[in-house]
Nanobody, 115 residues
Framework: QVQLVESGGGLVQPGGSLRLSCAAS????????MGWYRQAPGKQREMVAM???????IYADSVKGRFTISRANAENTIYLQMNRLKPDDTGVYYC?????????WGQGTHVTVSS
């Protein structure tokens, strides 16, 4: 089992920036998928940014050019740098890990973009 703990959410004005962190612990297997999803109020959870089987990254079209996923392998931590935030980016951001049939989710961190 892999445990994921997110941090870094909060309230930010439109155009501002936030950096989310996700620390993973437990039995982490490679290769794996690891990244970020979000769920806006009244909407389905959607993929935001992911590492795919190594260093390949994918992004939702809505965040390309504004968000950057990165990681510190030695610390089993991934990050999501979010710039030029918009009100539509508001939601609960979840860290996700998949390896084979194993899937883990973090508890989520709230991001609110509002003036």
């Amino acid at each position: 089992q892999v445990q994921l703990v997110e941090s870094g959410g909060g309230l930010v004005q439109p155009g501002g920036s936030l950096r989310l962190s996700c620390a993973a612990s437990g039995s982490i297997y490679s290769p794996n998928f690891m990244g970020w999803y979000r769920q806006a109020p009244g909407k389905q959870r959607e993929m935001v940014a992911m590492f795919i089987l190594g260093d390949t990254t994918i992004y939702a079209d809505s965040v390309k050019g504004r968000f950057t996923i990165s990681r510190a392998n030695a610390e089993n931590t991934i990050y999501l740098q979010m710039n030029r935030l918009k009100p539509d980016d508001t939601g609960v951001y979840y860290c996700n890990y998949k390896a084979g049939s194993l899937t883990s989710w973090g508890q989520g961190t709230h991001v609110t973009v509002s003036s």
